[in-house]
Structure formats: structure tokens, C-alpha cells
């Protein structure tokens, strides 16, 4: 009898949050926006990468679907732009290699609105499918001659969080800004490298 009695309590419970989130469903299920802003790239390795950071134009495109008025189901493409991670200088040619991260991420979004007015505020978070490219650029400047060429690249996944928040201006369209931060450990020359990424923007998003 205990057992049968958990499981019509569990059944209950569950037939309850389904139904919550069946009424909560809104009328706006699907968002599409897009967000720009600087992206900090933290390289963390013993060696010529040691501590180098670099600030630099990224973007992030989004998609999101709202099954409930609070959740939501969001994929996105980021690119965090091109930033110089160490640069040398041997003999009359100078050295500059420079990172290209992209990334694609799916993720949980949690909103909940301020004071019952027209600003949200959303935390997300989820996994990021990302890619780095290492460019060499050896130039000469006595000559005017520059050669870029990849010099390495990985992938794999990582965590990623972020918050913001949304003014609703009408007709499901809204601006807002966002932080989110990445930690990602690709590896350079078989060595790990730590590499945080730090993103500030703002950006518009269309709900439908």
C-alpha cells in the first residue's frame, strides 16, 4: 500500500507541473534576436602564452523556443572574433599568431520578470560546441611582405553561463544586454591551455 500511495502522490505531482506548464504555455512561443559586444579572451599557459588577454568585437545569433512563459529551449552561433595571443620577433620577420574561437551552444533560459513591468530578467546556461583556429602571420617589414598560415586547432565541448536583461518594447520585440562567460580548455603544442571568455553586449530579439 505505501508504494501504491507514492506512486499516485508522484503521479499527481507530475500531472500537476505538466499542467502548470501547459497553462503557462504564451502566446509568443519562438524568439529570434541577435547580440554584439566585446568579447575578452583570457589565455592561461606557462610559456609565451602565459596570462595574455585580448579584447575584440564578437556576436552571438539565437533561437529559442518558450514552451512554458519562464523556460526555454535556446540554440545559438557565437564568434568571439580574432584576438592576438602572443607575437615575437627573430631576426628582420616579425611573428604575430592569433586565435579565431567560434562556438555553437543549446541551453536552459529561466526568465522572470522585474516588478511585474516590461524588463525580464533571464539566466542561461548550457554546453558549448566549440572551435579554435591558431593563425601564424610572419611578416617582413623592411620588405612589406606578410604570410599568414594555420598553425593549429581543436574542439570540444564546454560550459557556459550567462545573464541579462530584456525591455519589452511591444509586438514581441525587445533590446537588452547580456554577460556571458566560457571556459574552455583547448591544447596548444600537446599542452592544455586555459582559455576564459568573457563576453559584455546588447542586442535585440523578436518573439512570435
Do not use: C, H
Given at each position: 500500500m505505501g508504494i501504491n500511495r507514492i506512486m499516485t502522490a508522484a503521479s499527481l505531482a507530475a500531472g500537476v507541473l505538466l499542467a502548470g506548464v501547459v497553462q503557462a504555455a504564451p502566446a509568443r512561443q519562438f524568439e529570434l534576436g541577435a547580440e554584439a559586444g566585446q568579447a575578452e579572451q583570457k589565455y592561461s599557459l606557462d610559456g609565451p602564452?602565459?596570462?595574455?588577454?585580448?579584447?575584440?568585437?564578437?556576436?552571438?545569433?539565437?533561437?529559442?523556443?518558450?514552451?512554458?512563459?519562464?523556460?526555454?529551449?535556446?540554440?545559438?552561433?557565437?564568434?568571439?572574433?580574432?584576438?592576438?595571443?602572443?607575437?615575437?620577433?627573430?631576426?628582420?620577420?616579425?611573428?604575430?599568431?592569433?586565435?579565431?574561437?567560434?562556438?555553437?551552444?543549446?541551453?536552459?533560459?529561466?526568465?522572470?520578470?522585474?516588478?511585474?513591468?516590461?524588463?525580464?530578467f533571464w539566466g542561461e546556461f548550457g554546453l558549448a560546441f566549440w572551435d579554435l583556429d591558431l593563425n601564424q602571420k610572419v611578416s617582413v617589414p623592411s620588405l612589406a611582405v606578410a604570410v599568414s598560415d594555420e598553425l593549429d586547432s581543436d574542439t570540444d565541448t564546454a560550459p557556459y553561463a550567462g545573464v541579462g536583461l530584456l525591455l519589452e518594447l511591444g509586438s514581441g520585440f525587445g533590446v537588452g544586454v547580456s554577460a556571458f562567460w566560457y571556459k574552455m580548455e583547448p591544447e596548444y603544442q600537446g599542452e592544455e591551455v586555459d582559455l576564459d571568455i568573457r563576453v559584455l553586449s546588447a542586442g535585440a530579439s523578436l518573439r512570435f
Open positions: 602564452i602565459d596570462d595574455k588577454s585580448g579584447d575584440e568585437m564578437g556576436y552571438r545569433l539565437f533561437g529559442t523556443w518558450f514552451p512554458a512563459e519562464t523556460f526555454g529551449v535556446r540554440g545559438a552561433f557565437a564568434d568571439f572574433g580574432n584576438t592576438e595571443v602572443y607575437s615575437y620577433s627573430l631576426g628582420v620577420a616579425d611573428y604575430t599568431v592569433e586565435s579565431d574561437v567560434t562556438a555553437y551552444t543549446l541551453g536552459a533560459v529561466l526568465t522572470t520578470p522585474v516588478s511585474q513591468g516590461p524588463v525580464q
